[in-house]
């Protein structure tokens, strides 16, 4: 339950507003260690600085508003643009809307199948999809949202989706199969164009969620490092979520769902017209939103250019090698091999459990998968600085349960 707080009867002043933010700001992680968790993502000083400044520029503009900012509508224009490309795998036509954030992106996906399957599968009342069990949560909070029923099905001993039990479970209500590139929990890409040989065989929605590896992907394959397909290079696939505030390294909150046509795209959009005034058009399914966003993001993507990302893969890849190496050497922990930039390992004679709890204490934002129990990280090009740190605390970590000297277990979950 939230504290009732009496808004001050006099205002703080400057000085007073930024003393409270400095002292908020020294209760959070310390800016080395939470480069190794789900909050980094932001690329270096330099980057960062661009992207601040990029933000502060448009700070008080509001997106839904952007008939009145032709400057904004070009940098969105690009944004949009550089986001299909980006996603394509070569493949034409594809477009592309910028949401909030990963949920608002899957949501949107969600929305505009169930709308495309009113128009070609009128007899669905019911609507299902049908998703591996490691699919992101948000699937299943969007499905509540839309009235969707979602069936999970359980993934291959490899941790990638099981096409086999999908296609098992599809039923007559089935509008929609969806994978993940990479999922969140196993850090794996699902076979995607097995998904899409059923998505096909049954006429069937296919969703790639690659919330966490759209911006990402592309780059490390140019490095020559072999990945599955997951983009629109695979026939079938139809939507595609992907972050730019991730491995886009934007600011939060911006991320974009791309179609593989405008003739999918128009299942998108809702444009209410009883009211009034004018059809209430929008980006997605927010109305107000940040414009300061927008130029964030085309700052980055400007800034860093193809070749930038490139070097940003390079280092995160080579730092999430090292980090492998060094996990390998503790003895009893188990990473699992893993496609991109998520490090999930477990224990063979300790509680995953006391292991995030003991980095904790040593200021780790660390976080974990529950079934089965894994300690779980994020990298980004500024992990390599910290490898080495973190290697030498879970080293440290590990002899103290094993000692006997642990303290009480952390909590594996990112979220309140």
């Keep these: 339950m939230s504290q009732k707080v009496n808004l001050p009867k006099q205002g703080l002043g400057k000085m007073g507003v930024l003393s409270k933010l400095d002292e908020a700001l020294t209760k959070e992680p310390d800016v080395l260690r939470g480069n190794m968790s789900c909050y980094?993502?932001?690329?270096?000083?330099?980057?960062?600085?661009?992207?601040?400044?990029?933000?502060?520029?448009?700070?008080?503009?509001?997106?839904?508003?952007?008939?009145?900012?032709?400057?904004?509508?070009?940098?969105?224009?690009?944004?949009?643009?550089?986001?299909s490309n980006i996603l394509s795998g070569g493949a034409d036509g594809i477009v592309a809307n910028i949401t909030s954030g990963g949920t608002e992106s899957i949501f949107c996906a969600l929305h505009a199948a169930r709308e495309w399957a009113k128009e070609t599968k009128p007899h669905i009342k019911e609507p299902e999809i049908v998703a591996p069990?490691?699919?992101?949560?948000?699937?299943?909070?969007?499905?509540?949202?839309?009235?969707?029923?979602?069936?999970?099905?359980p993934v291959r001993d490899d941790w990638r989706a099981d096409a086999v039990a999908i296609e098992a479970a599809i039923s007559p209500n089935t509008i929609m199969i969806a994978g993940s590139a990479p999922s969140w929990p196993y850090g794996v890409i699902d076979n995607m164009d097995e998904l899409a040989e059923v998505s096909k065989k049954h006429d069937l929605w296919l969703h790639v969620d690659a919330c966490v590896g759209g911006y990402l992907s592309p780059f490390v394959s140019k490095l020559g490092i072999d990945l599955p397909k997951w983009d629109f290079s695979v026939d079938g696939v139809h939507s595609i979520s992907a972050d730019l505030h991730k491995y886009g390294?934007?600011?939060?909150?911006?991320?974009?769902?791309?179609?593989?046509?405008?003739?999918?795209?128009?299942?998108?959009?809702?444009?209410?017209?009883?009211?009034?005034?004018?059809?209430?058009?929008?980006?997605?399914?927010?109305?107000?939103?940040?414009?300061?966003?927008v130029a964030a993001a085309w700052a980055a993507l400007s800034y860093l250019g193809e070749d930038g990302y490139i070097a940003y893969a390079?280092?995160?890849?080579?730092?999430?090698?090292?980090l492998i190496e060094g996990l390998n050497k503790i003895e009893g922990i188990e990473p699992i091999d893993t496609d991109l930039l998520i490090v999930v390992y477990g224990a063979k004679d300790i509680r995953v459990e006391q292991?995030?709890?003991?980095?904790?204490?040593?200021?780790?934002?660390?976080?974990?998968?529950?079934?089965?129990?894994?300690?779980?990280?994020?990298?980004?090009?500024?992990?390599?600085?910290?490898?080495?740190?973190?290697?030498?605390?879970?080293?440290?970590?590990?002899?103290?349960?094993?000692?006997?000297?642990?303290?009480?277990?952390?909590?594996?979950?990112?979220?309140?």
């Design 314 to 322: 390079d280092r995160a890849m080579k730092a999430k090698a090292r």
């Design 355 to 416: 292991i995030v709890g003991g980095l904790s204490e040593k200021g780790w934002t660390s976080g974990g998968v529950m079934d089965p129990p894994l300690a779980h990280l994020v990298l980004d090009p500024l992990s390599e600085d910290v490898v080495d740190i973190y290697l030498e605390d879970l080293r440290a970590v590990v002899d103290s349960i094993r000692a006997g000297e642990a303290s009480a277990e952390g909590t594996l979950s990112y979220a309140d």
């Design 133 to 153: 069990y490691s699919i992101h949560a948000t699937f299943s909070k969007g499905c509540q949202y839309l009235g969707i029923k979602i069936v999970r099905v």
């Design 40 to 83: 980094a993502m932001k690329g270096t000083e330099d980057m960062v600085d661009v992207v601040s400044q990029a933000y502060q520029k448009y700070f008080f503009l509001n997106g839904v508003a952007r008939r009145f900012f032709p400057g904004l509508q070009d940098l969105e224009a690009d944004v949009t643009g550089m986001a």
């Design 249 to 293: 390294y934007a600011a939060k909150g911006i991320s974009t769902i791309a179609w593989r046509s405008e003739e999918l795209q128009k299942y998108h959009f809702v444009s209410p017209t009883d009211w009034p005034c004018s059809p209430y058009i929008t980006q997605a399914f927010t109305g107000s939103r940040p414009a300061s966003a």
